[in-house]
């Protein structure tokens, strides 16, 4: 899922069709009982925290700010729905096609009598968070708050309090028959009622987790899934009973990846989704195993050496490599486990890769082997860049910088000139190289210079205001250094520019934007930066205005790297990659433009697939689909197409589900199309 966003709900349509929620509008689609997931553009950034379907085709999800949003063709498009409020929405729940709730924050209680269509208030007296609702038939329901159990007789018309005075932070509710239910909460909380909610006891969870979601397969068996978040800490929590809930054991998952949702499409196979992506169990909870290939770390920074080739890497010595366009991404053995913080390829086989405590390594075979390099220092390091095959630079905490002049078999430390960190160094030309940093809580920045003139490194400005993460320098007088104001606030970003070599800056405020992290430009007029809140901003005008290209993403992006104008890669928290590709869509991105180069429809299919592009001239195309393998099943042409529209027909009937990828290389522009096929 190299989306990276946290998942928030999970729900199956029908034995093979699945789909689960999260952060920034993410909604992801299985037609395969979940052995391949793919995601579904939903027109919108908000966070989605419950989904629904009332049948095979009709969904509904909800999320942050009052979002509704409704399908009627079993998630391929999703349009907006009024809520009449602001409120976040935490829980959907429908009685049939027609009637349905959803709960929110301060009590918010929203009904639906036309299939979501329109949605009115229901006053419930309750005035703190709704998170969860479970009906027992047309009329008896349960909404779960905060802090209390909430009853319907009749409904959902009215809503009257339970009794259980003393409990908090409630999250879930499930009832199993008519008069059997739980409801879960804070530090491990369980609380059963055999009796409709007239009166609960306390059942001890063994857990100290928060508690999320509950769902049973039968009266006896079911599940309770939970975990915590804090201060970077992960934990996950599987609970099992066997005997309708009076006892429960711990499933020990062998994840950190805290679950906020459970769904069984049968009695041994379920999903579950969390903080950091999807699990999925197929002996009723045995055994576990993670649906992102098991990365989930950080990824720092990102480089590629052509079209098809790159890296990144990230925490716990993580590198990643590509070779097929970024269609397969292959973890390498790590050589150690501090986290890598940059690399740089000085051609196709020679790379260096930064991180902590002054952490260098080297491969010279294209990145299938590292080797670690003796630098000399501690400190952390930010960034590394090399100006020649054998002189490189790397930068990092209280100022350090060092350097090589013989590949990385020897490291000098440069005299010091700040004791801020160092986040980034560049050298447009062999001998002028530029340097950033700062303080991101006292918010002080500094950019440092060095030349062939200069023996040492000197300071050409600094200041209070912001502090900056990234430097890139189109040539030798023109560059520009990104990053934003204090650590503790969110409100602006900044981006400066000099064309006089450094001597002079002006600096580019957007307001009410997150952070920079990293800047890119192709040439004089086109760049990319990308940041904290999964922000991308891109620029046609060489950084005059800055136009925010929405990432489909809120984790933090670290990375910007682009091979050319057509192609950039940018990577981020959580595993998070995502591929620019002008025209087209690959496997990991998708950016709206006015006039694609080539449009696959329907996707998903299950009959024929057609391909349709448009020339301006003359061109030789070659169209060839590869399997979730990367290996080529077919090659649909490979002939000279004349100016104007074509249409390609792609049978696919007689392959077996799943995920599929369509190469289009027309000229100079590759593009790569994901098409799901999700069988008769």
């Known amino acids: 899922m190299p989306q990276g966003n946290h998942l928030r709900d999970v729900v199956f349509s029908d034995d093979l069709t699945g789909f689960m929620a999260g952060h920034s509008g993410t909604i992801l689609k299985t037609c395969d009982s979940g052995n391949s997931w793919f995601l579904i553009y939903t027109g919108i950034t908000a966070d989605l925290h419950s989904i629904c379907f009332t049948d095979g085709i009709t969904g509904y999800a909800v999320g942050k700010n009052g979002t509704i949003i409704k399908t009627s063709d079993a998630g391929e498009t999703w349009i907006t729905i009024n809520s009449g409020t602001t409120e976040d929405l935490f829980t959907i729940y429908f009685l049939d096609s027609y009637k349905g709730f959803i709960g929110g924050n301060w009590g918010t209680l929203l009904m639906t009598e036309d299939a979501g269509n329109s949605w009115y208030s229901v006053n419930t007296n309750y005035y703190d968070e709704c998170v969860s609702l479970c009906f027992t038939g047309p009329d008896v329901g349960y909404l779960v708050g905060w802090d209390a159990v909430l009853k319907t007789i009749d409904g959902g018309a009215s809503w009257y309090q339970l009794n259980i005075t003393g409990y908090y932070d409630l999250q879930s509710v499930y009832f199993i028959n008519a008069d059997t239910g739980i409801v879960v909460g804070d530090i491990g909380e369980i609380l059963r009622t055999t009796d409709a909610g007239q009166t609960w006891s306390n059942i001890f969870s063994g857990s100290n987790d928060l508690l999320f979601d509950i ?110 366009y970024g269609f397969e991404w292959m973890q390498k053995t790590p050589v150690t486990g501090a986290s890598l913080r940059s690399v740089y390829f000085t051609d196709q086989s020679n790379g260096y890769s930064a991180g902590d405590y002054g952490i260098v390594l080297k491969t010279n075979n294209a990145g299938d082997n590292w080797s670690i390099l003796n630098t000399g220092t501690n400190e952390n390091l930010y960034s590394v860049f090399f100006n020649n095959s054998d002189t490189g630079y790397a930068v990092g905490s209280n100022g350090v910088i060092i350097s090589t002049e013989d590949a990385g078999i020897t490291w000098v430390t440069n005299d010091p000139v700040t004791d801020l ?89 957007l307001e009410d934007t997150y952070k920079f992290h990293s800047i890119h430009f192709i040439d004089e007029n086109f760049g990319f930066a990308a940041g904290r809140g999964g922000i991308i901003y891109k620029s ?29 890669w940018v990577v981020g928290d959580n595993g998070t990659i995502l591929h620019y590709s002008y025209g087209g869509t690959t496997p990991f991105f998708e950016f709206p433009y006015d006039e694609p180069l080539i449009q696959v429809f329907p996707n998903p299919s299950k009959s024929d697939v057609s391909i349709e592009f448009d020339f301006e001239e003359t061109q030789y195309v070659s169209i060839s689909v590869y399997n979730n393998s990367g290996k080529e099943i077919i090659q649909l042409v490979n002939k000279q197409f004349t100016s104007g529209r074509h249409i390609v027909k792609w049978n696919v009937s007689l392959q077996p589900p799943g995920i599929y990828f369509i190469r289009f290389i027309a000229g100079t522009k590759k593009i790569s199309k994901k098409i799901i096929i999700c069988g008769s």
Not at 313 to 322: D, N
Not at 460 to 468: H, Q, R, V, W
Not at 546 to 563: D, K
């Open 215 to 324: 769902f049973f397969t039968s009266e006896g068996i079911g599940y309770i899934v939970g975990g915590m978040v804090f201060m970077g800490n992960y934990s996950c929590t599987i609970l099992k009973t066997e005997n309708s809930g009076l006892t429960w054991v711990n499933l020990y998952p062998g994840t950190v990846n805290c679950l906020f949702s459970i769904c069984f499409i049968n009695d041994s196979t379920a999903y579950g989704a969390g903080w950091l992506g999807g699990i999925k169990t197929e002996d009723a909870g045995s055994s576990w195993t993670a649906l992102n290939s098991g990365l989930s770390y950080n990824l720092y920074s990102a480089c590629f050496t052509n079209d098809s080739t790159g890296y990144a890497v990230g925490m716990y010595g993580t590198i990643l490599k590509t070779s097929d």
């Open 540 to 568: 046609i005008d060489g950084g005059e205005n800055w136009e925010n290209m929405g990432s489909l993403t809120s984790n933090y992006l670290w990375s910007v790297f682009f091979t050319d104008e057509n192609h950039g």
């Open 421 to 509: 960190k160092l986040y980034s160094v560049y050298f447009p030309t062999e001998n002028t190289g530029y340097a950033v940093g700062g303080d991101n809580f006292a918010t002080n920045y500094v950019i440092l210079k060095k030349t062939s003139e200069d023996e040492n490194w000197i300071e050409l400005d600094s200041g209070e205001d912001y502090y900056l993460r990234s430097v890139f320098f189109i040539n030798e007088d023109t560059g520009f250094a990104a990053g934003g104001d204090a650590y503790i606030s969110y409100n602006n970003a900044v981006i400066l520019k000099t064309t006089d070599g450094g001597m002079t800056w002006e600096d580019k405020v």
